[in-house]
């Protein structure tokens, strides 16, 4: 099975190269737990392999045999702008790897059709000349009608079917589409598409992160995410003692968890540093 490496060395080397390719992945996570920064670590990793093949080697290492990297990178941030993206990874990671990493990444904002039935005033999320981009006339710089454009759903859905194929596409955040489910929203059209998604995935053979705050979802919401999606990754803080630390638990992932089962292993610690998301520690069965 073809895989596509997630930007974390050691996690893809202990599945295999990476993840399925045409596989949707929800990365469900308490808050400060790990779950942004391994999407800022997959997309800037993924990003650097193809602008600086020498500094990725530095960072990550060889590639595993079966492993093939994307043909393109995209980020896709429902509420923030790219240089708010830019700037915290900052925080997280070595800035080098940043600037070369995201030099490689497409970026789209889409907080003009998120914002634009809200009460949230347009100069906010907007400075006439929008950042959305390849997202057709009725989302793009034309200065058309507002009133003929998408909705986010719509948007994110084009964006995905013109971009997505043989990619690597992280959304950040269903957590925002969820808190907009009771507003303009439908939650079932969110999760409506998103079992569209993990269809449509399969035949497009790139991979799709889906970052959401477990914390934000009631237990059949996430459950229902979950359900729509080919693999879940859940980012937990543990308590031990007075210190606290990140784990990482592979809760189902098509064509992946049977490989960790093998292995006997649980649950991974995981720690932040210069080159981002990390396995720090492997637990197994005892």
Not at 99 to 128: C, H, I, K, N, Q
């Amino acid at each position: 099975m073809k895989r596509m490496p997630l930007g974390v060395s050691r996690l893809d080397q202990l599945i295999g190269g990476g993840a399925p390719a045409g596989s949707v992945v929800l990365l469900a996570g308490e808050a400060g737990a790990g779950a942004r920064e391994f999407c800022y670590t997959a997309a800037a990793m993924n990003g650097l392999a193809d602008r600086d093949p020498a500094q990725f080697d530095r960072y990550y290492g060889a590639l595993e045999s079966n492993a093939t990297l994307p043909e393109a990178v995209h980020y896709v941030s429902i509420t923030g702008e790219r240089s708010a993206i830019v700037d915290e990874m900052r925080l997280v990671m070595d800035d080098d790897l940043v600037a070369a990493g995201m030099d490689g990444v497409s970026v789209v904002e889409l907080a003009e059709p998120y914002f634009r039935r809200t009460p949230v005033p347009t100069e906010w999320y907007t400075d006439g000349a929008t950042d959305i981009t390849d997202l057709g006339s009725r989302v793009g710089r034309d200065g058309g009608d507002r009133s003929d454009r998408s909705d986010v759903l719509e948007s994110l859905g084009n964006y995905l079917s013109d971009h997505a194929a043989d990619s690597l596409v992280v959304v950040d955040s269903i957590t925002d589409l969820v808190a907009a489910a009771d507003d303009h929203l439908d939650w079932a059209d969110l999760t409506v598409l998103l079992r569209g998604l993990k269809r449509a995935a399969h035949r497009w053979g790139g991979v799709v992160l889906l970052l959401v705050n477990a914390e934000a979802l009631e237990p059949t919401e996430l459950g229902a995410l979950k359900e729509a999606t080919d693999g879940t990754l859940r980012f937990e803080w543990e308590s031990g003692g007075s210190e606290r630390a990140r784990t990482l638990v592979v809760e189902q992932f098509r064509g992946v968890l049977s490989r960790l089962e093998d292995e006997d292993i649980v649950r991974f610690e995981t720690e932040i540093h210069d080159g981002g998301f990390d396995i720090s520690n492997v637990r197994k069965i005892r």
